[in-house]
Each structure stands twice: as structure tokens, then as C-alpha cells.
């Protein structure tokens, strides 16, 4: 099947599941705000596809992913806003106007001065605001969007030059939250862990490191060594909770080595 012709199934597809008359009962029903949860984790479904290689399961996640712009695309047409074509053309329309030096005639040599000339013209089409961080999505995830108000403030020169002082900064912070530990009020306990956590994204940044994608892995990682863990207990007999802290670090430590030595 053409890809012309498998996209023109997919929109029938949509639209029939949409119908009020012989459609799906729970597809009718739905709207911008009921939707836009399961777009935003089939996104992530996609990247953890990725991080995993599953190429098998890339392809299915990026059909969710497509589906869900065909969702929100059918019901902008029903209320008579837009349509998929208008996605599509708007889309590709941005494309080509932010990459003249592949659909005109400027001259950009490297990824570095694409990436400054991306952001002109991001700028450019936003027009003036009041304020370098207008226009960052509430919606994002907490730390990429620390990651982006970051960004967007570096760019007016609000930022450190070197990783020294952030660091120095995290120490600081690490600091403030230890001694706020003492008087434990959960409010305050909150504000100094969101500081240690805005500090931890900016030295990210620094270094050239995706907070999101960092903390994926180092959620990969607990969970593989948490599994040799119980895996080792097992082989003992043994549950976590039939267990001790020290037992557990100790297979920890182990499946750390083993994970080192494999490398």
C-alpha cells in the first residue's frame, strides 16, 4: 500500500469511528482535553521504543503517535477549525522556511549555526513578547521544561559561562535542603528540593545532557539492578521483605560489578 493511500485510509477510518450515528460509542465521546493524556504518552511510548531499540515496536508506537494526530485533527475538522491537510501543509510550509539553506539560497555551514538560525526564525515567527520565556508550555514534563525556560533565558544572556559556579550552585542548594530537613516543614522541604532539582537540569544543560533521557536511564538502571536483587534473593529462598538492607546492598554491589565487568 502507497503511503498516499494508506494515510487516506487511516483518515476514513477516523471518521467513521467518529460518526454520531454508526461510529464507536467512546470515540464520539471524546474531545481535545480527553485525548491529549493518550497523546502525550504515546510520545513517550515512542521514546522508550527507542531507547530500547525495539525497532518492531517503534514502527507500532509511531502508528499510536500518527493516530492520535489523526484524532485531533478529525475532531478540529467537525468543529470546523481545520482540517488534517491544514496540519500537514502548515507543517511542511515551516519546514521549508526554517531550513533556507536547503529550500533557498542561504548559506549555513554546521549542525552549531543551524541550530542558532532554527531559533531566529522560532523567534521570528512568535513575533515580540513581553517576556524571553512566553510561549514554554505549562504542559510539559516538569524537567523539560526547566530544561526550556533554561534555554530560552541562556539566550538573552541570563546564564552561567562555565559548569564551575553550577555546581558550586548544587552544592549550595544540597546545602539549603539538608538544613531544612531539620525543621521539616513540607512546604519549605519542597521549595529547597525544587531548587536542588532546577540546579541538577541547568548543570545537564551545560554539559549537553537531556535531563529526561538522563533520568530514563537512571531509572533503567535501578529497575535492572532492583531485578538482580530480588533475582539473588530468590535463588536463597527469599523475598525484599524477608530480607535486610545489608543482604540487598550487597547484591546490589554485586549486579553493580557485574554490570561493570561486562562492559
Known amino acids: 500500500m502507497s503511503p498516499e493511500a494508506a494515510l487516506a485510509r487511516l483518515l476514513d477510518v477516523m471518521a467513521r469511528l467518529r460518526d454520531p450515528e454508526t461510529g464507536c460509542p467512546w470515540d464520539v465521546e471524546q474531545d481535545f482535553a480527553s485525548i491529549a493524556p493518550y497523546t502525550i504518552e504515546e510520545a513517550y511510548e515512542v521514546a522508550d521504543a527507542i531507547e530500547r531499540g525495539a525497532m518492531d515496536d517503534l514502527r507500532d508506537e509511531l502508528g499510536d503517535l500518527l493516530l492520535q494526530v489523526v484524532y485531533h485533527a478529525r475532531m478540529a475538522e467537525e468543529a470546523g477549525l481545520f482540517d488534517f491537510a491544514a496540519v500537514a501543509a502548515g507543517v511542511g510550509d515551516k519546514m521549508i522556511r526554517r531550513h533556507p539553506h536547503v529550500f533557498g539560497d542561504a548559506d549555513i555551514p554546521d549542525a552549531e549555526a543551524q541550530t542558532a538560525a532554527w531559533e531566529a526564525h522560532k523567534a521570528a515567527e512568535r513575533g515580540a513578547r513581553a517576556s524571553a520565556l512566553d510561549g514554554v508550555a505549562l504542559g510539559l514534563p516538569a524537567l523539560t521544561r526547566a530544561l ?82 530480588e533475582t539473588g534473593l530468590a535463588a536463597r529462598g527469599k523475598r525484599p521483605e524477608d530480607s535486610d538492607l545489608a543482604e540487598m546492598d550487597a547484591l546490589w554491589d554485586a549486579a553493580k560489578a557485574a554490570e561493570k565487568a561486562g562492559r
Request: glycine share 8%; hydrophobic share 45%; charged share 40%.
Open 148 to 229: 526550556k525556560l533554561q534555554r530560552r533565558a541562556a539566550r538573552v544572556g541570563f546564564d552561567w559561562g562555565t559548569v564551575g559556579p553550577i555546581l558550586d550552585k548544587l552544592v549550595e542548594e544540597a546545602q539549603e535542603l539538608a538544613a531544612e530537613t531539620e525543621a521539616a516543614d513540607p512546604d519549605r522541604l519542597e521549595d529547597e528540593f525544587g531548587d536542588l532539582l532546577f540546579v541538577a537540569v541547568n548543570l545537564g544543560r551545560r554539559l549537553g545532557l537531556d535531563p529526561e533521557r538522563a533520568l530514563r536511564r537512571a531509572n533503567a538502571k535501578f529497575e535492572r539492578r532492583f531485578r538482580a536483587v
